[in-house]
């Protein structure tokens, strides 16, 4: 389990995260909604710590994060990482280098299924394979928490749905914990168990997938888009 314990995170003046308390269950998948700016990206960078709080605490399975905690963890961020000279197998050489969970032949599975190549130098690939570059090596781990930081952001309809195939494709339910931020809803809301909406650094709405639509017998779209009161089609 995560958990946020009246946490807030500043920036200067800014505040991206206000005084937040959440927990995020164990084995399932979580969906951190809501627009550019709402804190989805700020909460991932503090269960991967990179980033600290400025008050309050960030917790997993009851305790700070450690480097122990942090071995388990894969983070997929949204801006490209890799070395433009590198190429696929360059980039999986120095990853595996890191993590003792990494599994050769799920590796070896994704790339084919992702329909990608080793030799594929970083630099000559397309935004699409790029995007699917940085998940086959989040994937390619047997982490127990997998953070995905808006890894539809800007990529066509069909990349989109080969990243959320490949999500689900191998997910140990009850045991693997998915975290991943987005404010594409249509594409996700099959997929996620648990959503946690997000407007101006503050928990606006939390909770199962499944229940809130049966209470408010609406889409998790137009839920959304009462949560916000804007109308906006996300």
């Known amino acids: ?92 050489n120095f990853v595996k280098t890191f993590y003792e969970d990494w599994d050769e032949d799920r590796y070896q599975e994704l790339l084919d299924f992702l329909e990608l190549e080793e030799s594929m130098m970083i630099k000559k690939i397309s935004k699409g394979q790029r995007a699917k570059t940085k998940l086959l090596l989040s994937f390619s781990r047997r982490a127990e928490i997998i953070l995905l930081d808006e890894p539809l952001s800007g990529i066509d309809i069909f990349t989109r749905e080969k990243i959320i195939e490949t999500m689900i494709k191998d997910y140990r339910g009850g045991e693997q914990t998915i975290v991943i931020t987005t404010h594409e809803i249509k594409e996700i809301e099959h997929v996620i168990d648990e959503t946690v909406f997000l407007n101006k650094g503050a928990v606006a709405l939390a909770g199962n997938v499944e229940e809130l639509r049966e209470q408010q017998q609406r889409s998790l779209v137009e839920i959304m888009k009462e949560v916000y009161g804007n109308g906006k089609d996300f």
Do not use: C
């Not at 998948?29 to 991967?48: F, Q």
């Not at 433009?84 to 197998?89: Q, T």
């Open 1 to 92: 389990m995560i958990a946020f314990k009246d946490v807030t995170k500043k920036f200067g003046k800014t505040v991206a995260l206000d005084d937040v308390n959440l927990e995020i269950k164990k084995g399932m998948i979580t969906g951190l909604l809501g627009p550019n700016g709402s804190g989805k990206s700020t909460m991932i960078k503090l269960i991967s710590d990179l980033n600290k709080p400025t008050k309050g605490e960030v917790l997993i399975n009851g305790g700070e994060i450690s480097q122990e905690i942090k071995k388990h963890i894969s983070y997929l961020p949204e801006i490209d990482h890799f070395y433009p000279w590198m190429k696929i197998r360059d980039a999986k």
